[in-house]
């Protein structure tokens, strides 16, 4: 019979320690590296100390015991070590993503039996005979550990880190975080992005707070302000490059990227502050994932091979982990109750405190060379945690009240650049990257609210049009007084122009946006919003809208009809047209998405070209007798009297002609396609309340009437009174309607 050494208690508890608090949780840590803000080196230095820890703890009661209970504790070791092992790697069911997403548990179907038949079979192995026999399990601990180290060595060579990045030298990239609230005595700028940071919630808070408007001097609040897409991935760099860097724009995955990585290292205000001897420092506390340090590390000087840098979130990344290494270790009839007492739980600090910690504590200047500071923070993002409790940011008073967690931490940071007496000569951009909700009411007016915010069609869910409502402040250097509200029109887009006027730069490419500077209260200006479905949001075709107003009012919203797919423009409605709507004309018109070719926008009115031209609705009902009406004029009639003869076509069917003299109604029978009783409008999923981010494009009638106008040539009359025929007069059209007779 075999009496274990101490030798053989140590390498048990090492075995034990080792799998649990290393060599499980690094795993996953090198897996899933975008998810973290520490390094690879200093994840495991971490893990190690606590590994360390629990092998000095357990140490105690493994060398103390003797005999048959020295035996005892090798054999459990043996053990859990052999079934957390197998449990994590062989047993390894899939959940889905674990980032607090609710997960329907059957305690006793399959996983569980499974589980519980093989933790048991292990038990009744290692543990009895263990005891009996007093084995020493020296060749199960090694081969655990080694099987452990392989599985980490090809971990680590697959990981991020180690994968081939372009025009890099191969080394890891992490953020260094020292400099992090250091600022320059002579000129600073800083960006603050507040994810999805709604423009109506900061409204409503200054609403309720009034007096919060000192607390931000100098700055101006723009309410009227687009981001042209709807998530971070898109809207981050087009705002840092002033240049649409939409995957759909691009006809290849590969020239996307190409595009995109080319913007950030060469055209972003990165790249530009850098080359003009600006220290630039980027930090990203929130969306980590969006700044590839193979890009990043480029245009900014915070980003080092330094892998021993410990990130602000060390100790909650360190706790999270070994959370996911507990759930992943356990068998599925206890994952339950792991993941709602420990992955579900609200973290117990926000960026919102770490950053509010750094403001008050580590923030100094300390140097003269201009600084450029960015800093990305959740701002209103879900999950909206208060007090360490999650709540539901559907909730809009929840929102309000993170809102106001998120102003006082912008007021102490704003207060502490005047007790450093750099405020005057600091430019701050405070922007959400997009807006907070889904649905298409769920925006507060307030001061706004009149008859001209309820005109208009309320745009689909599907639009997403609150996403396209972001926060955006801006205080530019000597700007003195309290916090007040322009009217002028603008967009994510301007950031970057912004940036590189504030610097007194030039920028070095074309961009879609002017700087704040420049932006004129009330003025005329056309901004674009791409929305598309969100479960596949990089792929789907992007849908274009333009927002000639106000951007909160429905009625400054219009469909273009243009949707885009890698690299083409394609026309795709995105409603059933319901008869008896009114579709207008015209550069901002409700028939826009309808047209199909042939047709020249003017400002009320589109004109035909070439003689013909086509418009397709997909009709939302039909009945027995319907009439069209048309709306028309001669394109020659401002000028000079005639008329002109007008046809139209319903899928190939003709009507008229009709003599058009001046402007006039066309009104005729439409023929009843026999298709179109065959052809009802597919039925659409409810809105999940829950989920209204799912929302899918409306489905679109397959009974659809195709109308052709075809106009011939104008006869006008002369100064003498003679006929001329004029091939070159068109048609224009200010509205159509399809009524149902009663």
């Not at 795709?572 to 008896?580: A, K, S, V």
Request: glycine share 6%; net charge negative.
């Amino acid at each position: 019979m075999n009496n274990p050494s101490r030798t053989d208690a140590l390498l048990a508890n090492a075995a034990l320690t080792l799998t649990f608090f290393f060599c499980i949780p690094y795993a996953v840590y090198l897996n899933n590296t975008e998810e973290f803000l520490t390094g690879q080196a200093a994840f495991a230095r971490l893990l190690m100390l606590c590994a360390g820890g629990a092998f000095l703890l357990l140490s105690v009661p493994f060398l103390l015991v003797r005999g048959v209970l020295r035996s005892c504790c090798i054999s459990f070791a043996a053990f859990f070590a052999a079934a957390m092992w197998t449990q994590a790697n062989i047993l390894n069911w899939d959940y889905g993503l674990l980032d607090g997403s609710s997960i329907i548990w059957r305690p006793f179907e399959t996983r569980s039996i499974v589980d519980i038949t093989v933790w048991l079979l292990l038990f009744l192995v290692i543990v009895i005979p263990g005891i009996k026999k007093r084995f020493s399990f020296r060749t199960l601990f090694i081969a655990l550990l080694a099987v452990q180290a392989v599985n980490l060595f090809i971990a680590y060579s697959g990981s991020d880190a180690t994968a081939p990045r372009p025009h890099d030298s191969g080394g890891e990239m992490v953020i260094n975080w020292d400099n992090q609230f250091t600022f320059s005595s002579e000129t600073n700028i800083i960006v603050i992005v507040l994810d999805a940071y709604q423009s109506d919630v900061f409204n409503a808070y200054i609403e309720t707070y009034p007096e919060y408007k000192d607390a931000l001097p100098g700055f101006t609040y723009y309410p009227d302000a687009i981001a042209e897409s709807f998530f971070t991935v898109f809207s981050v760099p087009s705002m840092m490059t002033g240049k649409r860097l939409f995957r759909q724009l691009f006809p290849s995955a590969s020239a996307y990227q190409d595009a995109r990585e080319d913007s950030l290292k060469n055209h972003s205000f990165f790249a530009l502050l850098k080359d003009a001897g600006y220290h630039v420092g980027i930090y990203p506390l929130y969306a980590e994932r969006h700044y590839q340090p193979e890009i990043y590390s480029h245009i900014a000087d915070n980003f080092s091979e330094d892998e021993t840098a410990l990130s602000p979130y060390y100790g909650g990344e360190l706790k999270s982990l070994l959370s996911v290494a507990l759930f992943r270790a356990a068998p599925h009839l206890f994952k339950s109750g792991i993941h709602e007492r420990f992955l579900l739980g609200a973290a117990s600090e926000q960026d919102r405190d770490v950053f509010l910690h750094g403001v008050q504590h580590s923030m100094y200047t300390g140097t003269d060379v201009p600084c450029l500071r960015y800093y990305h923070l959740q701002g209103v993002h879900p999950p909206q945690i208060i007090a360490g409790e999650t709540v539901d940011f559907l909730e809009r008073e929840n929102t309000i009240e993170i809102a106001g967690l998120v102003n006082t931490m912008l007021a102490a940071f704003v207060a502490r650049l005047q007790e450093l007496n750099i405020y005057d000569n600091t430019e701050i951009l405070i922007v959400g990257d997009h807006g907070l909700y889904w649905g298409a009411d769920e925006i507060e007016y307030g001061r706004f609210d009149g008859e001209e915010a309820r005109l208009g069609t309320s745009p689909d869910a599907f639009v997403k049009k609150q996403r396209a409502l972001p926060l955006v402040l801006y205080k530019p250097a000597h700007a003195h007084g309290p916090l007040k509200l322009s009217s002028a029109p603008v967009s994510l887009a301007d950031i970057m122009p912004t940036v590189v006027e504030s610097a007194d730069l030039e920028p070095d490419d074309t961009l879609q946006g002017i700087p704040l500077q420049q932006a004129e209260e009330d003025a005329a200006r056309v901004r674009q919003y791409f929305t598309s479905e969100y479960r596949r949001r990089m792929s789907e075709p992007l849908y274009e809208f333009v927002v000639s107003g106000f951007s909160w009012y429905n009625a400054s919203w219009t469909y273009t009809g243009n949707t885009y797919v890698n690299g083409r423009i394609e026309r795709t409605p995105l409603d059933n047209y319901q008869p008896g709507d009114l579709l207008t004309f015209g550069h901002f018109g409700s028939a826009n998405q309808y047209l199909v070719e042939n047709w020249s926008p003017n400002e009320a009115s589109h004109s035909i070209e070439g003689g013909r031209a086509s418009l397709v609705l997909p009709l939302a009902s039909t009945a027995p007798t319907m009439t069209l009406h048309v709306d028309v004029a001669p394109a020659s009639a401002t000028n000079a009297p005639g008329d002109q003869t007008v046809t139209i076509f319903v899928n190939e069917t003709k009507i008229g002609p009709f003599l058009v003299s001046g402007r006039q109604t066309i009104a005729a029978e439409l023929p009843i396609d026999p298709s179109w009783t065959s052809a009802p409008v597919p039925a659409r999923p409810a809105v999940s309340p829950t989920r209204p981010w799912l929302t899918l494009p409306p489905p679109l009638s397959d009974a659809v009437a195709s109308i052709t106008i075809e106009v011939s040539e104008t006869v006008a009359a002369n100064a003498s009174g003679e006929a001329n025929m004029n091939a070159g007069a068109t048609l224009d059209i200010y509205a159509l309607l399809i009524d149902v007779a009663s």
